[in-house]
Structures are given as C-alpha cells and as structure tokens.
C-alpha cells in the first residue's frame, strides 16, 4: 500500500509503497488525514523528539478518519463504521492506567505519526479497536477528520470548567454571557477553540497579528465570534471595551503570553495549549515546558478517549450549524507532497483523500 | 386577555378574562404553556405553598415560550424574539445576589405560576428582560415550551459532574461507557435526564413500575436509551447484568430511595428530584425535606438561568436529532380545562396554545 | 501469644494462646487496642460480614497501636518506631489501586479483625510496613489508638471540604463562624468527629438523647463545643438559635437522618457515618446501604493511608491541647472480656493494654 | 501617640507624633509590627501603587498583632484580648462581598500600610471589628506577628489542595510523601511556606542560590525540611534524586519561573507568590500580572479571613513545635528606623516592639 514517511530526525517526507505486517486488530480503510503544524515541522526535520516504530522511517499523520473493513464480533466494530484513530498510546504510569495518557506521569507513552509508532497517512491501518472512536453520523464524515485537533479543544474545556471552581466564576445571572475570552491563534487549532467556547455561552474574541483571509471572518460572523487583527488595533485598546475575562493560546509564543498576562483581568483563567520552537531561546523554554507538562498556568496538550468522543458528539450535533466544512480548506492527493511545505492563501486545514 | 386561575390553598381552575396593568418590561404574546404535575397538584388545591401575587387568585404557568412583540432597545430583546422566562425570581440571600436563586439560602423567592407570582397561562405578559433566556432557532419554537422542565435537568448535570470529581469517576478508557445510570420515572422530566445524560455517553436505562406506552418505547429506542418495565422484571435482576453506577430520581418516592440504595454500586451518585406529596408520611419527609433544601444525597430542585440557555441549546443542537418533538402529546386550546385532571393514555406532556 | 479470639458468626470471645507463622514483614509489639461498638457487635454474633482468614477462628482488634520490635533497614521503620496499622486492606480494583480501598469499588478487600485478616488484640502481629503508619511524637503514645476512629473522622472532613465547593459555602466574611455543624452521638467516634470539625471554626452542638455524662460534658465544655440533650431541649427548638447548617451522624438510625433532614436548611450537607444494625427493618436499609457503599447524602466509611497520618498528626499538635485523653474512660487487661459485653457508666472508649 | 509614616511616592520613612480621630470601632494597642520586602520597598519609593490614606503621608505597617484596650459587648471582642487586624479591606465586587477580597474582581480595595489606609506602626489605632481576627492563646503572643505573612500561605495551601483534585495527584499509598514540593525563597515567607507544607506530609526542599545562614539551617533541620543551595549543587542535579513535583515561588523573578518550568515533572503545580520589581524588565511584567492577578499559573495573592484564622491556628498548635519563635531574629524600637534599609546578618523577620 501507499504510505507517507519521514526518516527523523533529518525529515523529509516520501509517498511509496510500504509493506506492513498486520498485528491483531480491525482493518481500516483510512479515509481522510490531515496536517497540521506538527506534520510540517516533522517534514522540515525541526522536532527532536520523532522517532520511528521500527527501522529508520516513521510514517507520518496522526489526524485520520477510516472506515472499518474487517472487523471481529466482539469488538464492539463491524465493518462499515467510522472510526477516528486515537494518536496517544498508554504507558504504564498512574494516570495511563486510568485511561488518562493525556496526563501521562512519566512520557513513556507512544504517539501514532510522531512518536513510536507509524501514523495514518497510508491506504490503510490494523488498529487495536480500543484505540478507535466510534463516528455515529455518516453525515460528518468529510469534516470527522477534525476530531483529533478538536479533542485537544475539549480538554481545554475541561480544564476551564475545572478552574473556574475556584471562586463562583460567573456572571450575576448565572451565565457566562458578561465575560469574554481572547482567543490567540486563527488557525484550525484557534478557530476550533472558538467554536467549542462559543457554545459554552461565553463571548469569544479571535486575535491574530495580521488581517484576517475573508473565509475565516465569515466563519466567525456567521458562529457570531468576534475578532481582533492586532495590526490595526491595539489588544489594550479593545479590552476596554471588552475586558479579558481568559484567554486561550493556540500560537505558543512568549510574548503572546506576555500579552496575555499584560491584560488579562483579575482571576483570570490562561490556557496555553500552542507551541512553536522558532522563538526567542532566552524565554521560550519556560512556555514549552509549560504545556508539554500540563503545568498548571494552565497548560494543556493532548486530549482522553472522552474528549475524542465529545469532539465527535458536537460536530454531530452542531457541525453543520455552525458550518465546521468550511475549516477544511484543501484537499490533496497523497501524491501531493508539496503541502508539507508550501503554504496556500487562505489556508486553513488541509486534508489528504486517501479514498 | 385570557387567563387560566386558580384560587390557593383550595385550587380548581378557571378561564377568565383578567386585567392587569402593565409594569416595565418587555411585551410577550404567549405561544405555548405546558402543564406538569404541579399544576394538575395545584388545581386540585393539594400544595400548601401556593399563594397568589396580588388579591386571592393566582394566574397558574410556569413553563412557557413567547414572542416578544414590544420591547425597547437596550434590552438586548427585540420584536418578534422567542423567549422562554424564568419561574424563580431572586430575593436578597447571598446565592440569589450571585443569580443562582436555585440555591437560594432562605427561601424568600417568588415563582412565576405557583408563589407569589403570577405565571403565563394568559394571552400576554410584560416581564423585566433581566428573566427571558432567548431561543436563536425558530425552528425549535414548538418544543421550546420544555426548556423549563429541562433547565432541572441541566443543573442535574452540574451536579453529577461535580460528584464524579470526587474519585476518578469514569472508566479505564476515560469515557462513561462501562457506567450505567437508571432514571425513575418515565414522564416528562424522567424522559428529559435520559435524553441530556445520555448525551453524555454514559449508558441509561429508564426505570417504571409498569409497561411503557408505545411512544416512551420509541421514542427510547431511538435514542438507544434501555428501559426496565419492574412489574415483568426486577430491578435486582436487571442490575446483575447492568450495575446501577448512578441512579436520578423523577417520582418522589421513599421506596424508590430504597430501590436505588438497596441496589446501587460503591461511590454511586443518586441525585433526587421527584417530590410526591402523596406517599406514606412515616417516612416521606425525609425525602421531600433532601430534594427541597438542595440537601446533599444529592436533593437538586430548580435550575439557575445559565441552565436555561442551556437547555435551549441542547434542543437547537440536538432536539430535531433525538426527536425530542414526541414529548409533547396533546395540544389543548385555553378552554380545554379538563387537562388539569385527566390523564390522557399515552400522555407525556400537554401543553396549551395560546397563539 | 494470647489474643482474642472470636468465631464468626456466632460470635463469643476468649483469649487464649495462640501460634501464627510469621509471614514478612515487621514484628510489632502490640500496645494497645481498643474496642469499639463494632467489635462487641462481633463478639454479640450480630454481624454477618466477619469472617476468619484461616480455620475458623478470628482474632479480633481493629484499633491499634504498636512498637516496632524487629525491622529491616529498607522498610522506613526502626526499632522503637511507635506504629499504628491499618485496618482495610486493598484488593484489585482501581481504587485500591490508587490506595483508596476506603472507596473500594467491589467490596473485595478484607480488614484486619473483621473480615478475612487477623486482627490486633494480641500480644504482637507482623505486618508489612506499607500498611503501618508512624507516629513521630512518642508523648501521644497512650492516646495513638484513637488513630483508627479518627481516621474516619478525616475522610468526612475531606468529603465535607469537597462538598463546600459546590457553592460559596461559606460566611460574608469567608470563615465558617456563622455555620453550625449538628454532631449527631456522643460516643468515641461523635465527640472525634466534634473535636476535628470544632478545629475547621465552625461551630459545633453535639446532640444526644439522654443527659451526657460529667465527663464528656467536661470535654465539650474545654473545647467550647455545645451540646443538645434532646430529652430536654428538642432540636426543632435549638435550630431556631443556631440553625443547623450540616450534620454528620454517628448514631446510624434512620430517625435521625428523618431529624436531620427535617431540620437542615438549604444547602445543608450532611455526612453519614454511623450504622447500627439493631433498627426497624422498614427503613434501615437505606441508610446502611447509604453508608457502607459510600452512596452520597453522603455516606462515609472508613478512611485512606493519608487519614491516619492526619489523624496522628492532629493528635500530636492539638491532641493534648484538646484534652483528648479524656475519652479514654477505661484501660483493662485482656482477661477482661467483660468489656465486649457490659458498658460501665460514663463510659467513652475502652481500651485494652497488651504491654 | 507615635507613628511611623511615609510620603509616596517619594517614600522615606520618620517617626513622628501623629493624631487621628478616632472612627467608630475597638481601640487597640500595638504590641508588635512586622517589616517585610514591602515596607523597604514603600521606604525606598519604589512601588508606584503606594497611596496615603487623607492628605499627603502615610503611617506604614500591614503584619501587626495588638491588644484590645476598649471595646463594645456586642463586638464579639473584651479588653485584653489579642488580635491581629487584617491587611487588605473590601471594595464593592463581587468577590469582596462575598468576603474574599484577596480575589478582589477590580481592584478597588485599600491595604493598610500600603494604599489608601494608614497601617499599624503606632502606638495604637481604633478598627472595625470585622477586620479583627482573635488570638487564643496568649503563648504566641510574640509569634502571632507572623499571622499576616503567614495567612499568604493558607491562601497557597487553599489552591494547592484545589489544583490537586484535577487528577489523583497523590501517591499509590493516598498520602503525599512520595511526592517533593520546592520552595524558593529563604525569606520568612518562604519558611513560612515550608512550615505549613511540611505539615501536609509532603517533602519539602527549600531553595537558594547562596549558602544558607546557620539559623535558617537550623530551623529547616529541625522540621525535617530538606535544602538546596544552587550555588553548590544544581536544582538540575537535585531533581534527578528527588524530582519536583510542585514548586511555590516566594522570590519573584522571571528565571526561577524558568528554572521552576524547567524542572517540574508533569501534571506539576506551580504557585507564584512573590513579586521583585528589581528584574529585568523585558520578561518580568510577565510574572507580575500572573502574581498581582490571581492569574492561573497559579499567582497567589493576599489571604482571606478564614485564612489568617487558619494561620494562628496553626500558630497556636504547632508554632512550638515546630520552633516557629526563630524566625523571628530581631527586636527593635520605633526609633530604629535603619531597619528599614540596613540588613543583618542572618536576618529573617525583623519586627518593632511598640509595648
């Protein structure tokens, strides 16, 4: 079958035909994957921590949607169903045995496409159906290959419900209709973020450093989500008007957070989920280790079978309403290389169709 | 305009033209208004907390859905908006400065249709903005009449959500579903936590001493909620097979306190709701004072306005989905007094026209 | 060595002499055990649950303290360590996994002198050091076997402090000096219960059925706890002055959870503790099963490793202070098996001195 | 009657005869005051938040204990009691009236000492008795001092125990010692901080970058208190035998953020108490907001009643034992006024006796 891979730590990426020996498992047809910042710093050979499962290659991709072609019966599968892989693998620590690998104690975990274990860009994959969630609704099939960003999203969202326990984090009607949230970063990542958080009742704000391409301000009118293009108007400037109750990072530089913590109101709520290597190295560090750890600021990173589950779940009930389709900006052959390097106008999440 | 009386403590019911001059707020042209077993409990003059706003009548109503059709600008409303408005208004206590009258510490709040208050068994009412929650999808307009009995079930949530953090209350896969949860009572409200709490992927199994009408069976089927008819099998036998992790309370009575308890797992969570005030009095109090007073076993009554917004939003998202229209059986025109005291076969919940 | 044995279910006590083959672990000489209404129950042949770990003989003792007599150097004890161990403990299940078999979820745990473990009333006991807990300070030597009753007592705080969560559960002026905490029996375990929670600054009314004896109202009286004696004030009437804002009963009998309930105001929590198998069979239930499954109204029983290391320390700091010495009312000799069956006037706890 | 004032923002610091009228409220006469970072701070007209109270100069002083020298019978308080008075007194938010201005929503509160209300250096003042928390026992007498810095840790162990209950942030055995807690900072508040987090059967590892005084030595050696000087071994070095698990900030720069972020295991809880204005300016603004803002990362800031409460109770129990008179290492009059800009050699808290 065809496949997808990189030989890391150097990188690059190459279609060719691989032949994988299968395990014990369900057969699945992959259907869509995407690709993401992680997939393109793979291929230009900038993250350290990319390993192969066996031998020298790794086969990339870790957002993936498939549909089951032979299946067992006491899997809880027959074939036929959607199915969204699971990228994080357990451990043995603590929280990996509490289905938790998301909070991993000691990183000895795996991850499908980037750590350990060979990724979904490839015609088909033998999965362990523990490691599956199911897709109920064929009729998100096209945009279900977003679950896997969208499950970070609800950890997110777990973390915020969580956090605001704190102190009665809320309005003096009970809701959250008073408080905004900034939300950094307008990729798939941020617009995700806004469009979980949006659901929640709060008001959302989009910031970004530059205009905003046309696609993602009609996605956010039309989810009535605000923005903000911090080039033509200053963030102090608009949180007079409109304070930052908390904030939400998707870009994963020091001086976001600074910007953050700069105006961010009292008892606010930070989550920083982004991050970027190509920064400043004096300050940088300390927001890396920030989120890979789930460092309480709060940091965040990866995301439970539930939060997969809950990510289907909404994009089944709200997916359509709110127009998710409109995220996935492209659609590639696997022959189509380029688009681990090359960057298109008004992208925002391209996909490869594998069938 | 029309209204539907009622003369506390003595009860019955009765259409009759009423006038009543207009305070500040917003305009509202009644659309639907449905009936509960409080109202058919105050109609037959069996509630000794029912007092009426002004003089010796009390309008009856607290579930409703209006349109707005005279507002004023900087209310947020605007003509023809759908609104669902409050039952409970806050009085001073500490919880209903914070807007969570829903635990209020004294006892010293109104509620629209049962104390204190007039409610929306009329042609039209004029409420402060401050109490209307607003329904953004028209096309839910006729089931929007249930957000009131929803917004119960949406605290129910809270509540269930924060008792699971007790202990890592979920499976080894950190999803729900190796849990099952069993809901008693198959009316309206009873047929509301199945719908919400399913949606949270825990498995539930709706519980009545008798079998179900055909529709409940359907509309549970479609929803892949199970059911357990006890008068054909046993609880204790049914759990054998599906352990009772949790277990909602919809019927109010101290032997289903006793099922639950004698059959419920280590670390369960029993959130009571149902209040019955007909059952045996030698130990009926004990139950009426938990689920009154918010005592925790866990009593939960009412709903603050965020759980409002919030049932809105489940019907937008998923009420077509779940086909949550089936709930409502039978549609009665203002003169149709008999509602208040028979009981149709295949009843769930009537509800009364009124434009 | 003499112990105590019993043989379940038919109960009785006698001490004779007896071999047990040492398994590893340390050698304890034990100090002093002491006895509880659970173990006279046992020694009454009233509890179905005991049961011997081999043959058909059970030693009995479940409150403990010892020295260590002989060691090892990798077990973190040393010769002359002053050690109190557990009772409860862990089997398989995910939360004896993460060492909270207090919240066993399959009841598949044995406990020392109850069921399926030997227990402490005898002159020495081997035991493996992850189920001792040391106690630093050797001037609470005499009063370190109230550890096991008060570890209970540290679970409920824990639950009390996670139930205040819920909602700002606190005074206008962030203490608990506006709130009332009823303590419902005025033996061993009610007056620890008052002892630790008067600690918290809430106030405390313990509450009984009969006037207290001298000696425990001399203890409530130096630790400015207050005390009800119903027979002669009823609680409908004290609520008035101080209304009751929680409860925590360590009676165990279904009128009083009818008292509670009947008198808590909203938002009250209530924490059961106590069972007490001697009741109308028509409610009990609930209220055992409430209990021992740690059903939320919420029930609690026993307590985590990190309880009796609470326990111990609270003794050291604030154990003399408090005066807690004084609920030791008797120390006898293990010929003394009277004890299991008569109560001596004025009595709190019982102990039994083995060196 | 004489008063030590300053004039902001210029600062200095004069002792002078000062009248006040007295307000309504107790009389109390100073029996000591603490001076801390922030009095020298004020002294040397660094901090631009400094504000007087009426006209143009401030009495300075927030850490005092006092003795009740009038007072009214139904204040709750009697001549000769001991009282500390509380620092930071409530504006109008949300937060304030709920009675935990140290989550103040706006800003709009005064601090003795600080801004916009005169502190306690001086002979006497007259309070409010809401503002007064009460001293039992008279034998910490010369300790209770200490109960404003050390109310800033309740405060810390209040999110600490909140932040741990995202996960089952505890060992295999339920209890803390396998887990390690660093603190940085030897000041008082970092002792302070270790005194009562050595308390919850953590290990603790205090944190400097220079060779530590004998007495912080000894009183560290004396609770069990692990310590790390960075100038001999690496934190990099240490946390390879005892890694971090939490660690709490009392120094306030932006690279022990870093070093902190460098080194904490995942899922690690990070609480920032201290402020230095003195650090770089590029990336310390960062840490200050965090802190000043009670911004999740965890910034921690100020305390509530309940927790200077909390804070001489434990004063009161263990300030003995735990040998908590040495941090006290200087005794001056008034009229010293170097103090506040000279320090000693093996200076801990300094404190001025005014009777």
Redesign the interface.
Known sequence: MRAITTVPPGGGVKLSQVNIESKNGLKIKTYRTGICGTDKEIAAGRLAFVRPELGSSLILGHEAVGIVTESDENSGFKEGDIVVPMVRRPGKC??C????QD?????DFVEAGIRGKNGFMRDEFVEDP?FLVKVN?PSILDIAVLTEPMKNVMKMKE?F???R????W???????SCKNLYVFGTGTEGLLISTVFK?L?INVVEVNRHPLGENVMDYLDSNKIDYLDTSSETLGRKVKDQPMDAAIDAVGA?DV??EI??N???????IMFGTSGQLPS??Y???E??VD??????GSVDG????Y??AI?FM???GK?MQMERIITGKYEPEDLKIFSEKEKLEIKKVIAWS
């Not at 909070?103 to 990183?107: A, R, T």
């Not at 326990?165 to 009665?168: D, L, N």
């Open positions: 603590r929280m045995r509490l289905g938790r909070f991993c104690e000691d990183g523990r609704d973390i419900q969580f956090m326990m704190r102190i009665p809320y309005c003096d009607d009970s809701t959250l659901s009742g020091m957070l600074k913590t700069d961010i109101r009292n008892n606010g709520i930070a004096s300050t560090e300390v927001l280790n920030i750890r789930n460092v309480v600021v709060v439970a079978k539930a939060h589950a809950e779940r089944e009930t709200q309403a």
